[in-house]
């Protein structure tokens, strides 16, 4: 971690006698991967607690079912931002009941408001710098904004560090296109295979160039595999690639995507990039990112 960075986050953690994390998307885990051992070095660490695709990268983390019973009145609870809005305000009303004080960690620029619903607000809200502060007065109201605090993204700083420090060389024409799992249903007016398609069609332009197609972690890699084979025609030089994102990204020329955060740590280390957005509708607008949005192909 960054030794700004750590100073800023220790301001937090220091605030609370015994704080527990919870994580279940890949997002929030890099946010916890990074801040467990600054929360262990000043003495402040209880227990990590995942669900879904964060409990199968960390065997060191306690089921999330395990997470009511362990919490005492007046610890703290970190939870990080996930997809189930539903689970996250559950989680939240039973440690508002219980006593712990929440804090809500923001790894994105969207859906500010939605993470809450009609149940109790955090009662300390991390955004990652003043943009999404700003939207997120916007979002939820003038009387959250004594809530809302600007802490650097941790997993977009340790990404870019990591990719810099590995010192992996650009392969000339290597096209990187990091997909979303947005289904046609989620109403953005596209979806990872619409985009997938027109990201073909724009690399069949570019002769001598080579699209990696790295599915989503919570994507099924053979359906993408799949559409792959249905989408790609002669002249069209693409492959689906399984390993790790930010090698993929240390080699590539270019990084395409839709709206992962992995753009942002791209877009950190001065890599070209594109978001594929292709067909959004207002709903699809609000759901970007407005780091992303100047690269936006709509």
């Known amino acids: 971690m960054r030794p700004s960075s750590a100073r800023l986050w220790s301001e937090l953690v220091s605030d609370y006698e015994r704080l527990h994390l919870y994580t279940v998307d890949p997002g929030a885990h890099a946010i916890a991967r990074e801040l467990v ?10 227990s990590w ?3 879904g695709w964060s409990a199968a990268q960390e065997h060191t983390c306690r089921p999330a079912v395990e997470l009511m019973q362990a919490l005492a009145p007046q610890d703290g609870l970190l939870v990080c ?14 440690a508002a009941a219980g006593g712990a004080t929440t804090i809500f960690v ?4 969207k859906n500010f408001a939605e993470h809450f619903g009609s149940g109790p607000m955090p009662n300390v809200i991390v955004v990652p710098d003043e943009i999404a502060r700003e939207l997120a007065v916007a979002a939820l109201g003038a009387d959250a904004a004594p809530r809302i605090r600007v802490l ?7 990404a870019a560090d990591r990719i ?4 992996v060389p650009t ?43 790295r599915p989503h972690p919570r994507q099924d890699a053979r359906a993408v595999a799949r559409e792959l084979a249905i989408l790609r025609h002669a002249g069209v030089e693409a492959d689906i690639f399984t390993g790790d994102t930010e090698y993929l990204i240390a080699i590539a020329e270019e990084v395409w995507g839709m709206t992962t955060i992995a753009l942002n740590a791209a877009l950190a280390i001065g890599k ?27």
């Open 106 to 109: 923001f790894d994105h620029w």
């Open 171 to 213: 392969r000339p024409g290597v096209i990187a296109m990091l997909l979303d799992p947005t289904e046609a249903a989620d109403g953005l007016g596209y979806d990872w295979r619409s985009v997938l398609a027109l990201a073909l069609r724009q690399s069949s332009a570019r002769p001598g160039r080579r699209i990696l197609v």
């Open 152 to 158: 650097p993204h941790l997993g977009v700083e340790a």
């Open 164 to 167: 810099l420090a590995s010192g």
């Open 272 to 298: 070209p990039i594109r978001s594929f957005q292709n067909g959004r509708n207002a709903v699809g607008v609000r759901a970007s990112n407005p780091h992303i949005e100047p690269f936006v192909v709509a």
């Open 81 to 94: 931002s996930q997809t189930n809005f539903a689970r996250t305000q559950a989680v939240l009303t039973s």
């Open 49 to 51: 607690f995942a669900d």
């Open 37 to 46: 051992p600054l929360v262990k070095s000043l003495g402040r660490f209880g």
